[in-house]
């Protein structure tokens, strides 16, 4: 999944809730057939909002596991290169930290 795809899984995410409080409200202020009507389909946006949180979960757990067997399977087909790259980031850090003192 890309950033682009995040950030619209994200924003249709927000957008679906918002929507389910604006009809909440309405339910409240509304009596009768109109009011379960309106928590009816408020309810069925949460859940829509649910599924595409718990879909871009799973993506993104998958990815995660991708990256790590990837990771893993470099640092064993290259352990010295490994070791070398994580010192050269370990003084950039180094550096960085003793310069904001």
């Known amino acids: 999944m890309t ?4 950030r619209t899984v994200r924003n ?7 929507d389910a409080q604006e009809l909440f409200r309405e339910a409240a202020a509304s009596t009768g057939d109109k ?3 309106l928590r009816s389909r408020g309810l069925s946006m949460l859940e829509a909002a649910v599924d595409a949180a718990q879909n871009a979960q799973a993506v993104a757990i998958e ?19 490994a070791v070398a790259i994580s010192a050269g980031i370990g003084l950039l850090v180094g550096l960085v930290i003793g310069r904001s003192k």
């Open 3 to 6: 950033k682009s795809s995040y």
């Open 63 to 81: 990815k995660g596991k991708e990256v790590a067997k990837r990771t893993d399977d470099y640092v064993h087909d290259n352990p010295w290169r």
């Open 35 to 37: 009011a379960e009507d």
């Open 12 to 18: 249709d995410m927000k957008t679906l809730v918002k």
